[in-house]
């Protein structure tokens, strides 16, 4: 059982959608509007969100980036159509997973507990050390040294994510698939991206590597410094 909240402007979903997660046992609360789902997620902490994104008031990608900015709340959106810049939008906004509408709640249901799963284990895995980087995921804070570094929402990810595997070359098709939720060769690119700005933000390049180390062709590999084949 978890408490979800519901945040959607048709009635018909809305009372469908409350109907179905209630009868699985889940504590149900809703909002019609983006403002108002965006208060209600902050002040009532939902274990999971689930974000129509097309509201009356605001759009709902613009809910969901306000949303991130104060909390990381597990969320779900419902897009009205498959159209994959609007799903890839919403997973670079920080959306855990997507359903398109109409979806059954059998297929919701699934999505959910998969994305409760991740966040459940994320939350009990405790930090990561790698030499003076301590990686906290549930909490969501990273730090170098004494200095919390000031990451965004990507570049946690992607650091957390070399960080489970440290030592390991992690590829950039791994990292797309579990960063991003999406694997498209062409989108390669955004990896490096968030690398090179990972990479500044820990005082390194990728010429003079301390903890982040390229390897060609392949990906990349986060090592503690004392022990870089280690
Ligand atoms: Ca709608």
Redesign the pocket.
């Given at each position: 059982m978890a408490t979800i909240l519901v945040v959607?402007?048709?009635p018909g979903i809305r009372t469908a959608l409350i109907r179905s997660l209630s009868d699985r046992g889940h504590a149900v609360t809703s909002s019609q509007t983006g403002l108002g789902g965006l208060q209600q997620a902050i002040d009532d902490r939902p274990d999971l969100v689930i974000l129509?994104l097309?509201?009356p008031d605001i759009d709902g990608l613009q809910v969901l980036s306000m949303l991130r900015a104060v909390s990381s709340v597990p969320v779900i959106v419902v897009t009205?159509r498959d159209d994959d810049r609007v799903t890839v939008r919403a997973l670079d906004a920080g959306a855990d997973d997507y359903v398109v509408k109409p979806f059954g709640s059998d297929q919701l249901d699934a999505r959910m507990r998969a994305v409760l799963r991740r966040t459940q284990a994320v939350a009990a895995e405790g930090p990561i050390v790698v030499g003076a980087l301590t990686i906290n995921a549930g909490t969501r804070v990273a730090s170098l040294g004494d200095e919390i570094l000031d990451l965004s929402r990507k570049e946690f990810d992607l650091l957390h994510l070399l960080a489970q595997h440290k030592g390991q070359v992690v590829t950039k098709r791994d990292i797309l698939a579990e960063v991003w939720r999406h694997a498209y060769g062409g989108a390669e690119r955004t990896v490096d991206v968030h690398l090179s700005w990972l990479r500044r933000k820990l005082g390194e390049s990728a010429a003079n590597p301390v903890y982040l180390h390229s390897v060609r062709g392949v990906g990349v590999r986060l090592v503690d410094p004392a022990q870089p084949d280690g």
């Open positions: 959607e402007d048709d129509d097309g509201l009205a």
